[in-house]
């Protein structure tokens, strides 16, 4: 299902997903020693998984952020879940030597929210658009803002939407 208000496409494989989730790991290889994860569900939930797999974290939590209601259009961000005090409470606190993990930066409305929380993580996502790239310290890809990105799990022969009802993002 394209977004009208995207004009173009970028289909991402499960092969260049993690190739990508991989090169996002040697990236931030570089930038510190990492205590622990964040990553933003569900997108971030992939990714976040094979950084921590690359850099040998073992703390993952999850901060759980609907803004996609509908799989085309953000709509009122709603926190669902947040981090766990114990930790914001790493290193000194605020999230110092946090990663917080996130498939996408689109408007960067999510990591504005979840930089409220966790002001001295550093933020990393695979993906990247124009307007959210300010919100986001460590990225792979930057695609243009009318760019739809079909990720792995919203592919098939054609787009199946999820079996839940539910489709918070």
């Known amino acids: 299902m394209e977004n009208p208000a995207q004009n173009k496409a970028f289909p991402v494989s499960w092969d260049m997903f993690h190739r990508d989730s991989r090169a996002l790991a040697w990236r931030l290889s570089s930038e510190g020693e990492w205590k622990a994860i964040v ?36 709509g ?10 114990k930790v914001i409470d790493l290193e000194g606190g605020q999230g110092s030597g946090v990663l917080v993990i ?21 933020y990393a996502t695979v993906y ?4 959210g ?10 695609v243009s803002q009318d760019t739809w990105i079909y990720f792995p799990w919203d592919m098939g022969w054609q787009f199946q939407p999820p079996l839940s009802k539910d489709t918070a993002g």
């Open 39 to 74: 990553c933003v569900t569900r997108g971030g939930l992939v990714p976040a998984g094979i950084v921590a797999r690359e850099l040998g974290i073992r703390t993952i939590e999850t901060v759980c952020i609907a803004s996609y209601h509908d799989y085309e259009n953000q």
């Open 128 to 131: 990247a658009k124009p307007v």
């Open 102 to 122: 996130d498939d996408l930066v689109d408007t960067g409305k999510t990591l504005k929210v979840v930089r409220e929380m966790l002001p001295k993580a550093h």
């Open 133 to 142: 790239v300010p919100m986001v310290d460590t990225f792979i890809t930057e």
């Open 76 to 85: 009122q961000l709603k926190v669902i879940k947040p981090v766990d005090p």
